[in-house]
């Protein structure tokens, strides 16, 4: 049984910082591309920022020069370092990764989700 567990949400003012990980376990063969997205209320999830297994990275528009996503490939754990929170970033974040596990297919695996707030 794979489950990716999040952890480091919270609230935070803006201009603030905060550090999501995310850390996968479970009978994984290989994970190929980890990421974050994240969902505010009443909008759609969003894609915030991904990094496949070779460190390439990709960013929403919205976010970049101000969070930085990184993985241990070791340790099967994804990170996002947020900085220069907004109160537009306050929404559920979600860690997502493609998990290629002893005894199923390929498949997508989703954290549960953890709630960042920033005010104003």
């Known amino acids: 049984q794979v489950q990716l567990v999040e952890s480091g949400g919270g609230l935070v003012q803006a201009g603030g910082s905060l550090r999501l990980s995310c850390a996968a376990s479970?009978?994984?063969?290989?994970?190929?591309?980890m990421g974050w997205y994240r969902q505010a209320p009443g909008k759609q999830r969003e894609l915030v920022a991904t990094i496949t297994s070779g460190g390439t990275t990709n960013y929403a528009d919205s976010v970049k020069g101000r969070f930085t996503i990184s993985r241990d490939n070791a340790k099967n754990t994804v990170h996002l370092q947020m900085n220069s929170l907004e109160p537009e970033d306050t929404a559920v974040y979600y860690c997502?990764?493609?998990?290629?596990?002893?005894?199923?297919?390929?498949?997508?695996?989703w954290g549960q989700g953890t709630q960042v707030t920033v005010s104003s």
């Open positions: 997502h990764a493609v998990i290629s596990a002893l005894s199923a297919p390929t498949r997508d695996y």
């Open positions: 479970g009978n994984i063969f290989s994970i190929d591309t």
